[in-house]
């Protein structure tokens, strides 16, 4: 099945700094999302982006389907940004990343 | 709120029990699927049903058996229970409107097993 990795798997953040996720798939993918995991457990999408650029407040992600990588980027980060954030692929049997940990200190 | 409704949010149970696990999809998503997130597999697809009908697995254990009803919920029903069982247990469910399932998955709040 189709690998993916994502990278940093930890980050630390002060409040108000901006970090980059990226996210890399061993092979093309149809179907591209990225999701915040809360402390609370829930799975919140965040994008649906198979290809190309969105924006959502502070938070945007981008795809470059071509070279089989994904970037999500959180600019002013805040304390309730922390959590896990995954990208997920493939279809419709979704293939999950480790996860991204972001801590974000007041 | 993604619209997914799960229930029950916690089960705790032990070994060697069987429970079962309920999703209610968003209204008019025909397709549902089941992830099961542990800490040492992370989040792996099990199951997927569209409009009633099985149409894929993952890493489903014999054990681990699920349906689509025609009112389009699903259950999750986990038998024989070990300890490594104990997960997260997530339902998602997608509009899958003809041709390549390429649309966007919704997640319930999960239930939480614990096998004791």
């Known amino acids: 099945g189709i690998q993916v990795e994502q990278s940093p798997p930890d980050l630390i953040l002060q409040e108000g700094a901006n970090s980059t996720l990226r996210c890399n798939f061993s092979?093309?993918?149809?179907?591209l999302q990225w999701f915040h995991q809360n402390p609370w457990g829930q799975l919140i999408n965040l994008f649906y982006?198979?290809?190309g650029t969105k924006q959502n407040g502070r938070l945007s992600a981008t795809t470059v389907a071509t070279e089989r990588y994904s970037l999500l980027y959180i600019s002013s980060s805040q304390t309730t940004d922390s959590g896990v954030y995954f990208c997920?692929?493939?279809?419709?049997?979704?293939?999950f990343g480790a996860g991204t940990t972001v801590t974000v200190r007041a | 709120d993604s619209g997914v409704t799960q229930t029950p949010k916690h089960l705790i149970t032990a070994t060697g029990q069987r429970v079962t696990l309920r999703c209610s999809p968003r209204?008019?998503?025909?397709?549902v699927y089941w992830y099961q997130q542990s800490l040492d597999q992370g989040l792996q697809f099990l199951i997927h049903y569209y409009n009633g009908e099985e149409r894929a697995k993952g890493n489903i254990l014999e054990r681990f058996s699920a349906q689509q009803f025609p009112d389009l919920h699903s259950e999750l029903n986990l038998s024989s229970l070990e300890l490594g069982d104990s997960a997260l247990y997530f339902c998602a469910s997608s509009v899958h409107s003809g041709g390549r399932p390429t649309d966007t998955q919704y997640f319930g709040p999960g239930t939480r097993l614990t096998v004791l």
């Open positions: 997920a692929g493939n279809d419709y049997k979704l293939s």
């Open positions: 092979d093309s993918v149809n179907n």
């Open positions: 209204s008019g998503d025909l397709s």
């Open positions: 982006i198979p290809s």
